[in-house]
């Protein structure tokens, strides 16, 4: 089954607003989850990551914070602007048998900003 | 700023015909990936690559697909026979170290099975 997933598919915020976007995963062994962007005819960019020895890591206008008692993650952008719309994806680090690990992204979030 | 290159930015393909997705990673990384994604739906792992050889693959990465790093600088998925559920938007990724989240992707190729 689905293993990280978000909670909406879209979300509209006014621009400078701040912008909440969630994401849930069932894996209660999985230890380390990032925050990617794409915009529309791109790859993914990578935004920011954090591991499960932390609850919060900061960035330039965002936020990663982990629950790991439920299992979520949301990332927060701050005073959101038009070049934030993109759809965001959470990923975690999984392995397949391998000690290098890779990603598995969620279904993603489309961020739009209204100016 | 170094980036990750992919070639062709688009390639319609009959069913049943080989294809070849080429990349260019970024010059120091040692770690290249292969990710797809349907359209409109989420990016999916299909295998990474160091030091010449697959070291993860998941389990879309059947017999028809291949990688090669066939000199230096490129490094290609091959689709011996491809299917229509093969169209889709491929990215190639590289990253610098092992075990980080930070990968650099290219634009993608998308692949248009008829």
């Known amino acids: 089954g689905e293993s990280v997933g978000l909670h909406l598919p879209t979300l509209s915020v006014q621009e400078g607003d701040n912008s909440i976007i969630n994401c849930a995963y069932s894996n209660s062994a999985s230890d380390y989850f990032i925050w990617y962007k794409q915009e529309s005819g791109k790859g993914p960019q990578f935004i920011i990551d954090i591991r499960s020895n932390m609850d919060k890591r900061q960035g330039q206008r965002v936020t990663v914070l982990l629950n790991k008692t439920v299992k979520h993650l949301s990332l927060q952008i701050a005073a959101t602007q038009p070049g934030d719309s993109a759809v965001y994806f959470c990923a975690e680090n999984r392995y397949y048998g391998g000690s290098q690990g890779n990603l598995i992204f969620g279904k993603g979030t489309k961020l739009s900003v209204k100016p | 700023e170094p980036e990750v290159t992919q070639t062709p930015s688009h390639q319609v393909t009959q069913m049943g015909q080989e294809v070849i997705l080429r990349c260019v990673p970024i010059?120091?990384?040692?770690?290249f990936y292969w990710y797809r994604q349907i359209l409109g739906q989420k990016v999916e792992f299909l295998v990474s690559f160091y030091n010449n050889e697959i070291s993860e693959k998941s389990e879309i990465f059947d017999d028809q697909f291949s990688v090669e790093r066939p000199d230096g600088s490129n490094f290609t998925l091959k689709i011996r026979s491809t299917k229509l559920e093969d169209s889709a938007m491929y990215f190639c990724?590289?990253?610098?170290?092992?075990?980080?989240?930070?990968?650099?992707f290219g634009e993608g190729s998308r692949l248009t099975v008829l």
């Open positions: 010059s120091n990384h040692l770690y």
């Open positions: 990724a590289s990253s610098e170290g092992q075990g980080t989240g930070e990968l650099f």
